[in-house]
């Protein structure tokens, strides 16, 4: 069989496939020092209610499910839903009668190409809860869940202490702004 060459179209260039499915974390840590991942996300609303428990929701390339959640369990503002949810918003902070929005960028290094590169991730805090709202894979987020896992009473038991840990690696502005402006109803021990 003989092919026409002018009617082949060029050959692509590989580009890395992204996975544009959602991504959901849910770590909950009780007042008797255990981690429960193992949580029905429905259940959120009573947990960030119950005292000694903090809650970790970590949401990559948030759906509709994933906003729903936002919506219904933690009753965020729509607009702070919207900009979470949405490509290349500017920095800012946020705050709400029960809590803070904070929009920044995480610096990376990619070793390949040997040059920094940011990622943009959205954080609520809370008294006793984060969610992390961001599109692509950060690592300093698992790097952040496995320290906090490896060593729960260095953290603290509220947003503060997660925030201002030196075992953090979110970012250490990050807890210097959470320490310097609490949400009204937050009561954190450690601030």
Not at 51 to 60: A, C, K, P, S, Y
Not at 103 to 118: A, N, P, T
Not at 152 to 172: H, L, N, P, T
Request: proline residues 6%; charged residues 25%.
């Amino acid at each position: 069989m003989t092919t026409d060459k002018q009617s082949e179209a060029p050959p692509r260039r590989a580009e890395p496939a992204h996975d544009r499915s959602e991504a959901r974390r849910l770590v909950v840590h009780k007042s008797d020092g255990q981690f429960h991942t193992a949580v029905n996300p429905s259940d959120i609303s009573e947990l960030i209610g119950e005292r000694g428990t903090f809650l970790w929701l970590d949401l990559q390339n948030p759906q509709d499910q994933g906003v729903e959640l936002l919506r219904e369990e933690f009753e965020f503002h729509p607009l702070s839903i919207e900009d979470a949810t949405r490509h290349h918003e500017r920095p800012k902070l946020e705050a709400f009668e029960k809590y803070y929005f904070l929009v920044f960028y995480c610096i990376g290094y990619d070793k390949s190409r040997e040059r920094l590169f940011d990622q943009p991730i959205n954080l609520f805090i809370g008294a006793n809860y984060i969610v992390s709202v961001h599109h692509d894979p950060i690592g300093s987020i698992d790097e952040t869940l496995r320290r906090w896992q490896a060593n729960a009473a260095e953290f603290g038991s509220d947003a503060a202490g997660k925030m201002r840990s030196r075992r953090s690696s979110v970012s250490s502005a990050t807890c210097s702004m959470y320490a310097a402006w609490s949400p009204p109803s937050a009561t954190c021990s450690t601030c």
